[in-house]
Protein backbone atom coordinates (compact mmCIF):
# COMPACT_ATOMS: atom_id res chain seq x y z
CA UNK A 1 0.00 0.00 0.00
CA UNK A 2 3.02 2.39 0.62
CA UNK A 3 4.75 1.76 -1.94
CA UNK A 4 1.74 2.26 -4.43
CA UNK A 5 1.57 5.49 -2.43
CA UNK A 6 5.04 6.32 -3.69
CA UNK A 7 4.41 5.30 -6.99
CA UNK A 8 1.42 7.44 -7.83
CA UNK A 9 2.97 10.28 -6.57
CA UNK A 10 6.25 9.78 -9.00
CA UNK A 11 3.71 8.88 -11.91
CA UNK A 12 2.67 12.51 -11.20
CA UNK A 13 5.80 13.71 -11.21
CA UNK A 14 7.03 11.88 -14.26
CA UNK A 15 4.09 14.26 -16.41
CA UNK A 16 4.89 17.19 -14.77
CA UNK A 17 6.61 19.78 -16.98
CA UNK A 18 9.83 21.24 -15.75
CA UNK A 19 8.68 24.24 -14.31
CA UNK A 20 5.70 22.19 -12.67
CA UNK A 21 8.56 20.09 -11.22
CA UNK A 22 10.83 23.61 -9.79
CA UNK A 23 7.67 24.78 -8.51
CA UNK A 24 7.00 21.51 -6.49
CA UNK A 25 10.28 21.39 -5.23
CA UNK A 26 10.21 24.81 -3.79
CA UNK A 27 6.91 24.13 -2.13
CA UNK A 28 8.08 20.57 -0.72
CA UNK A 29 11.89 22.20 0.65
CA UNK A 30 10.07 25.83 1.66
CA UNK A 31 7.26 23.23 4.19
CA UNK A 32 7.90 22.98 7.79
CA UNK A 33 6.10 19.65 8.22
CA UNK A 34 8.01 18.33 5.58
CA UNK A 35 10.88 16.49 7.32
CA UNK A 36 13.22 15.00 4.59
CA UNK A 37 16.80 14.46 5.10
CA UNK A 38 18.62 16.70 2.39
CA UNK A 39 19.71 20.08 3.23
CA UNK A 40 16.57 22.00 2.56
CA UNK A 41 17.93 25.24 2.45
CA UNK A 42 20.30 24.08 -0.57
CA UNK A 43 17.67 22.44 -2.11
CA UNK A 44 15.56 25.23 -2.68
CA UNK A 45 18.45 27.55 -3.75
CA UNK A 46 18.58 25.37 -6.89
CA UNK A 47 15.66 25.17 -7.41
CA UNK A 48 15.21 28.59 -6.86
CA UNK A 49 17.79 29.30 -9.58
CA UNK A 50 16.92 27.00 -11.74
CA UNK A 51 12.97 28.45 -12.00
CA UNK A 52 14.06 31.98 -12.85
CA UNK A 53 15.84 30.81 -15.31
CA UNK A 54 13.15 29.34 -17.37
CA UNK A 55 9.98 31.15 -15.80
CA UNK A 56 9.77 34.95 -16.16
CA UNK A 57 6.66 35.66 -14.10
CA UNK A 58 8.46 33.67 -11.14
CA UNK A 59 11.45 36.10 -11.57
CA UNK A 60 9.67 39.50 -11.93
CA UNK A 61 6.22 38.88 -9.63
CA UNK A 62 5.36 36.94 -6.58
CA UNK A 63 3.88 33.70 -6.88
CA UNK A 64 0.90 32.15 -5.26
CA UNK A 65 1.55 28.92 -5.66
CA UNK A 66 -2.22 28.06 -4.98
CA UNK A 67 -3.09 28.57 -8.34
CA UNK A 68 -0.60 25.69 -9.56
CA UNK A 69 -3.39 22.67 -8.88
CA UNK A 70 -0.99 19.98 -10.20
CA UNK A 71 1.63 21.52 -7.63
CA UNK A 72 -0.85 21.69 -4.95
CA UNK A 73 -2.78 18.28 -5.70
CA UNK A 74 0.92 16.69 -5.69
CA UNK A 75 1.52 18.18 -2.12
CA UNK A 76 -1.19 16.91 -1.13
CA UNK A 77 -0.18 13.59 -1.69
CA UNK A 78 3.16 13.81 -0.17
CA UNK A 79 1.67 15.75 2.85
CA UNK A 80 -0.33 11.92 3.50
CA UNK A 81 2.95 9.66 3.27
CA UNK A 82 5.16 8.85 6.48
CA UNK A 83 8.65 10.53 6.30
CA UNK A 84 10.38 7.64 4.76
CA UNK A 85 7.63 7.90 1.64
CA UNK A 86 8.25 11.77 1.56
CA UNK A 87 11.83 10.91 1.30
CA UNK A 88 11.82 8.75 -2.04
CA UNK A 89 9.51 11.00 -3.41
CA UNK A 90 12.04 14.14 -2.55
CA UNK A 91 14.55 12.09 -3.74
CA UNK A 92 13.39 11.00 -7.02
CA UNK A 93 12.02 15.17 -7.57
CA UNK A 94 15.73 16.46 -6.64
CA UNK A 95 16.87 13.67 -9.54
CA UNK A 96 14.60 14.64 -12.06
CA UNK A 97 15.40 18.26 -12.21
CA UNK A 98 19.15 17.25 -12.83
CA UNK A 99 20.09 18.89 -10.56
Known amino acids: MAEDKV ?10 NTKDKL ?7 TSDWANILYNKTEMYEKFDTMLKEVDEEYRTTLINFAKYKLVMYTMAKI ?10 V ?3 LFNSVNI
Open 23 to 29: RLGICLT
Open 90 to 92: ALY
Open 7 to 16: KNVINIIKDM
Open 79 to 88: MEMQEVERNK
